[in-house]
């Protein structure tokens, strides 16, 4: 299956998909992206987006205030405190502009995405 040209072709979008649905004001992507960015090894994006700490960081805490959680905010080790203070100030930019500044639902319809149904035609 690694060589079939429809996982191939679900490679190349998974990424901006999941970007594109964040943007639309999806928790499921944006929880889905925070895992992408910390870890190779967070299905089903494993090794699809090179580990990012800065990035990591920021979609930790765009999801911590989707949760609308009380704990402070931890920066990551090896982040400079520039880093740190920028992704802490874009994950608030996202959550204003694209969620609303609102805590969403986060039930079954969040890990939606968004995204059509497959159809056969996808395969060919």
Same mark, same amino acid.
């Given at each position: ?29 944006? &929880?889905?992206?925070m =895992? ?7 299905? %089903?994006?494993? @090794? /699809?987006?090179?580990? +990012? ?8 805490? &765009?999801?911590?205030? =989707? ?7 931890? %920066?990551?080790? @090896? /982040?400079?405190a520039? +880093? ?8 608030? &930019? ?31």
């Open positions: 299956y690694l060589h079939d040209p429809a996982f191939l072709r679900w490679q190349l979008s998974a990424i901006p998909t999941m970007n594109e649905a964040m943007h639309r004001g999806s928790y499921g992507a944006a &929880l889905e992206l =895992l992408a960015y910390n870890s190779d090894y967070a299905p %089903p994006f494993n @090794g /699809l987006v090179k580990d +990012d700490p800065k990035q990591a960081y920021t979609f930790s805490v &765009l999801v911590r205030l =989707l949760e609308n959680s009380n704990a402070p905010f931890r %920066p990551r080790a @090896g /982040l400079s520039s +880093d740190t203070l920028a992704s802490e100030q874009n994950a608030r &930019l996202i959550f204003e502009k694209r969620f609303n500044g609102k805590i969403p639902n986060k039930g079954i319809s969040t890990y939606s995405y968004g995204l059509r149904k497959a159809t056969s035609e996808d395969c060919k």
